[in-house]
């Protein structure tokens, strides 16, 4: 008999529902750290990266979708955070000689604890960010726009806890590869993309982005700091 998912019926259809909404939110990660980049360039991007989260925010097409990526980060993190609970519960005693190291990876073991780290993130992250540039009262910059780039620059060097922030994020970066590594070549597996030719061309690319895209996020708060 199928194991019942937390928030679907299924354990099939559940693994499908998490590969889609996985593969969505990484792509979702390379739209918003193009846009993030725009930081490296100091004060003279300011207005660029200010234009960058207006229309984050305000244009329609973009608007609809982030309510499906809020709807996709709360069902990938909750119903997988849950699903591992049932099946600790329903299996509550392991077995004497069992050695997971050698059946599966360590992101693969963790992925519970992985999601749970990048749940609090999110919410963080959002709070502090999202949530002004939505409804907060934010200085505007010469162009007339919120000021998002002053209060990330803040955040990341003058704030008496800056360094701290510094070390968060990037702390949540590192849960976010290993999340990667084991969650990008697991959703095509899960969604039939298995083929002999083409899984380790996907597990390559799989282990550069989970490399390469969470890197690139860490660099950003990392080098704010280091040139306040």
């Known amino acids: ?37 725009v930081l490296l360039g100091g004060k003279e991007m300011a207005e660029n990266f200010n ?14 979708t982030s309510y499906l990526l809020y709807f996709s980060i709360l069902f990938h993190a909750f119903d ?13 005693v392991k077995y004497h000689y069992e050695k997971p190291s050698a059946n599966s990876n360590w992101a693969s073991r963790n ?20 949530w002004r540039m939505k409804f907060g009262e934010l200085p505007l910059d010469a162009a007339g726009r919120k000021d998002l780039y002053t209060v990330v620059e803040v955040y990341f060097t003058t704030a008496s806890t800056a360094l701290l922030h510094v070390l968060i994020y990037v702390v949540a ?15 095509f597996q899960t969604l039939g993309v298995n083929h002999p030719k083409y899984t380790p061309l996907i597990k390559k690319i799989g282990v550069g982005f989970a490399v390469v895209i969470p890197a690139l996020f860490a660099i950003i708060p990392v080098y704010m700091y280091l040139n306040q």
């Open 51 to 64: 234009a960058y989260a207006e229309f984050m925010t305000t244009f329609p097409i973009i608007k609809i």
């Open 111 to 130: 992925m519970a604890f992985l999601g749970t780290i990048m749940l609090f993130f999110i919410v963080g992250h959002m709070a502090t960010f999202w």
């Open 1 to 37: 008999m199928a194991t019942k998912s937390a928030l679907l019926g299924s354990s099939l259809t559940k693994k499908y529902w998490m590969a889609l909404t996985g593969l969505f939110l990484s792509v979702f990660l390379i739209v918003h750290l193009a846009g993030n980049l």
């Open 173 to 187: 970066m590192i849960a976010i590869a290993f999340h990667l590594l084991h969650g990008f070549q697991s959703s």
């Open 80 to 92: 997988g955070i849950l699903l591992t609970i049932q099946n600790r519960k329903a299996r509550p």
